[in-house]
């Protein structure tokens, strides 16, 4: 089970790394178009929050500290940061996952982790962890493509 969600989250972490770039520049990654509330910028701020937390400081013990309200206020950054929190959160995922092991899935979750019944385990926080991911980059791709077609 760890392959295939190391698997996953590497899959994802580059397909996000691939949306940043295909911005066509750096103001995009932050405009907003009428109706949605997130820019591609932030939701990139806010994956690598997320993932940098709950897998790489929660469960690796690699050294973060999360400011999940700059993930949503902090605006017009360069594309060039974006990539680099991506490639924090790819390192930071994958050396966590690498130091687990198969009896690690069946533990409970850290007791920071939100929102997982009474009975979850540190695989259901993963699996909720990596459709998280996919769903915040379906965001990012719809609005990447919203934001370059024609008016």
């Known amino acids: 089970m760890i392959t295939h969600l190391a698997f996953l989250f590497r899959r994802d972490l580059s397909r996000l790394r691939e949306e940043v770039e295909l911005y066509p520049d750096d103001a995009s990654l932050w405009r907003v178009a009428p109706?949605?509330?997130?820019?591609?910028?932030?939701?990139?701020?806010?994956?690598?929050?997320n993932l940098r937390w709950f897998i790489g400081q929660e469960l690796?013990?690699?050294?973060?500290?999360?400011?999940r309200a700059a993930e949503f206020s902090r605006r017009d950054l360069p594309r060039a940061d974006l990539l680099r929190e991506v490639q924090a959160t790819e390192e930071a995922v994958q050396a966590a996952l690498a130091g687990l092991d198969e009896a690690a899935l069946r533990r409970p979750p850290p007791s920071s982790f939100p929102g997982g019944p009474g009975s979850a385990d540190t695989a259901f926080m993963l699996l909720s962890?990596?459709?998280?991911?996919s769903w915040h980059l379906g965001q990012i791709n719809?609005?990447?493509?919203?934001?370059?077609?024609p008016s």
């Open 142 to 149: 719809y609005h990447r493509r919203l934001l370059a077609s």
């Open 129 to 133: 962890l990596s459709v998280h991911l």
């Open 35 to 49: 109706g949605i509330t997130n820019s591609g910028g932030t939701l990139t701020l806010h994956l690598a929050g």
């Open 60 to 67: 690796g013990s690699v050294p973060y500290v999360r400011d």
